[in-house]
């Protein structure tokens, strides 16, 4: 049992130092934790029910993900080579698009759930 106590903290600890890298070197995390930070407050000053907010609240979660999971995909690419290739250059773009996509749909989901507010 301590086995898996120890395993989940060594996951933790990985986690928070894969974060604070991307904190560190990525601008746009920042950006995006300014964003989710405002409209979280917007999420609990307006009369939404829980599963609104929650959906909202875990869209933000997720567009921090998808920047993480676009750095990861940079420093491979990165690591690989830093000579221009048409491949590097579609994958960091695709892990950009990631990204994008996903605010879209975080978006989506603000303009649908303020459109009920009004209707």
């Known amino acids: 049992m301590w086995q898996q106590i120890l395993r989940i ?10 974060f604070a890298h ?7 995390l920042a950006q995006w934790l300014v964003a989710n930070a405002a409209f979280a407050v917007l999420a609990f000053a307006l009369p939404l029910s829980a599963g609104e907010r929650g959906m909202l609240l875990m869209g933000g979660i997720i567009v921090l993900a998808a ?15 830093t000579d221009k290739r048409d491949a590097a ?3 960091k773009d695709c892990g950009s698009a990631a990204v994008a996509v996903t605010a879209i749909g ?6 649908c759930v303020l459109a009920g507010q009004v209707i």
């Open 9 to 18: 903290q060594q996951r933790a600890i990985w986690s928070w130092d894969g």
């Open 22 to 28: 991307v904190y560190k070197t990525e601008g746009s």
């Open 67 to 81: 920047e993480c999971m676009n750095t990861a995909i940079e420093r491979v690419v990165d690591d690989i080579g």
């Open 89 to 91: 250059k579609y994958a």
């Open 106 to 111: 975080v978006g989506v989901a603000w303009v």
